[in-house]
């Protein structure tokens, strides 16, 4: 089993910063992908960031230069540093680990808020 604990959430006033971390346990591939994904209140799932376990990374349209995905050393957590937050950025922050090869297996953590307002 794969669990994933996220932290770093909470409120901010538009134009800060905010620093979420997840780290992943359990039955970890060494060849992964692992990312942020979000959710506001009547809206679909959506990707943020990923990064692959060889570095290579993805952001959605509405977070580019914006925010970082980053891996850490142990490289079973991933990181998103999120600057110049807006109002729109509001939502439930979900990390997430894709692996497998032959079987592919999804796992989510249990979701962080992050609220932008004044």
């Known amino acids: 089993q794969v669990q994933l604990v996220e932290s770093g959430g909470g409120l901010v006033q538009p134009g800060g910063s905010l620093r979420l971390s997840c780290e992943a346990s359990?039955?970890?591939?060494?060849?992964?992908?692992m990312g942020w994904y979000r959710q506001a209140p009547g809206k679909e799932r959506e990707l943020v960031a990923r990064?692959?376990?060889?570095?290579?990374?993805k952001y959605g349209d509405s977070v580019k230069g914006r925010f970082t995905v980053s891996r850490g050393n142990a490289k079973n957590t991933v990181y998103l540093q999120m600057n110049s937050l807006k109002p729109e950025d509001t939502a439930v922050y979900y990390c997430h680990l894709h692996q497998g090869v032959l079987r592919q297996y999804d796992y989510w953590g249990q979701g962080t808020q992050v609220t932008v307002s004044s």
């Open positions: 359990g039955s970890i591939s060494n060849i992964n992908i």
């Open positions: 990064i692959t376990s060889g570095g290579g990374t």
